[in-house]
């Protein structure tokens, strides 16, 4: 009995030891949180690793995609890397001047790549036909196409030169003219599902800023889709911006956390005020402060333990994922508190390691859009 007690009090004390040391090593990788200035090393080293991991060749891109998830996820979770990091590298441009010709240079590379065969193969794979050799079609390929749209429009907007404007102006006017005709102002992902509404928000967003660098053009489409949103695909028990609707645009009964927070950050960089209220909303019905800071995937149930494809893992009912994305509205809207109990959360989930100039959570190596997202996320300032 004794030996056992001894060996039960040194488990204790092995458990609370490490307890102690994360927490302190949460302490200490947090500590600066709160500024653009203080996060700006912190922010400049995870910009390093992720530009060192993302920038390789297309097919070993795609192989740096967890293998289990299948060829469609590699290359949805390849193509959203190369956006969000995009994103990111825009954002910082504008936070830190001195980087803009670096992150012009690293967006032309990360446009590149999107563009290549081996990257876009899993669209066509879905569509049984090209997105960029059947542009003239009607086929949707929302998703493949906005995305690339959204990256051209970044390089863009902090001054790259007219490389690619002749596929930027392809793209957006493909797109324009699609949402047009599909009657319901909204593009299936994929033939045979749901219209998934953050997939189509990529789009309103890149018609956006195509349209702010274009006098207005598409302005129209974009205007005329914010309405019909705000009228016919909010939920009503939550108050939030639908998940999903049908091809025929009628509402589906299920909001996701991850997607109703994906949904709001897209928002804040077309509309502020609809981002506002949708926030507010979201943090009514998905926030979560116990045991940790963070956003629920489900309003309605609790989920102790489960795995979802686009939330990730999900313990003690937070979702990776749209915790990960509420961090880019906390930003936006300078809720400097929950923001940091965010980043706090990510600290503690998936551990910040550095060596020389570069820096990146353990996790980034299992899912690497995980870190592009997070950084585009925590520079999405609304006046830096």
Same mark, same amino acid.
């Given at each position: ?50 530009? @060192? ?42 936070? %830190? ?56 429009? &970044? ?13 930027? @102006? ?41 349209? @702010? ?65 949708? %926030? ?53 809207? &300078? ?21 020389? @100039? ?6 980034? &190596? ?13 520079? &999405?300032?609304?006046?830096?």
């Amino acid at each position: 009995m004794i030996q056992f007690l001894k060996k039960y009090c040194i488990v204790i004390s092995v458990m609370i030891f490490l307890i102690l040391v994360k927490v302190i090593w949460v302490k200490c990788s947090t500590w600066n949180l709160g500024t653009i200035e203080s996060e700006k090393e912190d922010i400049l080293q995870r910009k390093n690793w992720l530009v @060192d991991k993302v920038c390789i060749e297309p097919l070993q891109l795609l192989k740096e995609m967890p293998g289990g998830i299948g060829l469609q996820f590699q290359g949805e979770w390849a193509l959203y890397t190369c956006s969000m990091l995009t994103k990111a590298l825009s954002n910082i441009a504008i936070l %830190y001047p001195e980087t803009k010709d670096e992150s012009i240079a690293t967006i032309d590379s990360l446009i590149e790549i999107v563009k290549s065969p081996e990257l876009r193969y899993y669209d066509r794979v879905r569509w049984y036909e090209d997105p960029l050799e059947s542009l003239e079609g009607e086929k949707s390929h929302v998703s493949y196409l906005s995305h690339l749209a959204w990256m051209v429009g &970044n390089y863009k907007k902090i001054g790259g030169d007219n490389k690619h404007d002749d596929i930027y @102006d392809s793209i957006c006017e493909t797109m324009n003219r699609r949402i047009i005709n599909s009657g319901c102002l909204n593009l299936p992902t994929y033939p045979g599902e749901p219209i998934y509404i953050p997939d189509m928000l990529v789009a309103i967003v890149a018609l956006k800023e195509y349209s @702010d660098l274009n006098n207005g053009r598409y302005l129209p489409t974009v205007r005329m889709w914010l309405e019909e949103a705000s009228k016919k695909w909010i939920d009503k028990e939550t108050g939030l911006l639908s998940s999903f609707i049908t091809e025929e645009g009628e509402q589906t009964d299920e909001i996701k956390g991850s997607y109703s927070a994906l949904n709001c950050y897209y928002l804040t960089l077309i509309d502020s005020d609809f981002a506002e209220q949708q %926030y507010v909303r979201l943090k009514d019905k998905f926030k979560q402060k116990f045991p940790y800071h963070g956003l629920k995937e489900y309003h309605d149930h609790s989920c102790w333990i489960g795995l979802d494809m686009d939330a990730g893992p999900i313990i003690c009912n937070l979702s990776p994922s749209g915790t990960a994305f509420t961090i880019g509205s906390a930003t936006y809207f &300078n809720d400097i508190d929950y923001r940091k109990g965010l980043l706090k959360t990510a600290e503690i989930a998936a551990h910040t390691v550095k060596w020389g @100039d570069k820096r990146h959570y353990l996790l980034g &190596n299992i899912a690497l859009v995980g870190e592009a997202i997070t950084l585009a996320m925590r520079t &999405n300032y609304s006046n830096p």
